[in-house]
């Protein structure tokens, strides 16, 4: 599978943006889907995680309550719904899937897509 993510920008804090993460080839559903992220300077770090059966969905504890993970398999799309975006927030974010997989453990991740910006100014 193959993954390209967008939707990233320069927004204020407060604001909200969503990303997206579309996939070319088959079987979609069957694909777990993660987003990372990685600061300036810092290591990557994993965001948020739908497993592929869409059931305990994961999420960063800097991100819990303000971003929001979704999918829609017959789109092969998923999604970033981020609310209440703060200076912190700021980094490259990627998208990855893992066939069947089920946790949100960066290095089980097999496909990645290439990173979209998202700038949080004060």
């Known amino acids: 599978v193959q993954l390209q993510a967008f939707g990233g920008g320069l927004v204020q804090a407060g604001d909200s943006l969503r990303l997206s993460c579309a996939a070319s080839g088959r079987a979609f559903s069957t694909y777990a889907i993660g987003w990372f992220r990685q600061a300036p300077g810092k290591e990557r770090e994993s965001v948020a995680a739908?497993?592929?059966?869409?059931?305990?969905?994961y999420y960063a504890d800097s991100v819990r309550g303000r971003f929001v993970i979704s999918r829609d398999d017959a789109k092969n799309t998923a999604y970033l719904q981020m609310n209440s975006l703060k200076p912190e927030d700021t980094a490259v974010y990627f998208c990855?899937?893992?066939?069947?997989?089920?946790?949100?453990?960066?290095?089980?991740?097999?496909?990645w897509g290439q990173g979209t910006l998202v700038t949080v100014s004060s």
């Open positions: 739908i497993p592929w059966n869409g059931y305990t969905q």
């Open positions: 990855a899937a893992d066939r069947y997989g089920t946790t949100w453990y960066e290095s089980d991740y097999d496909f």
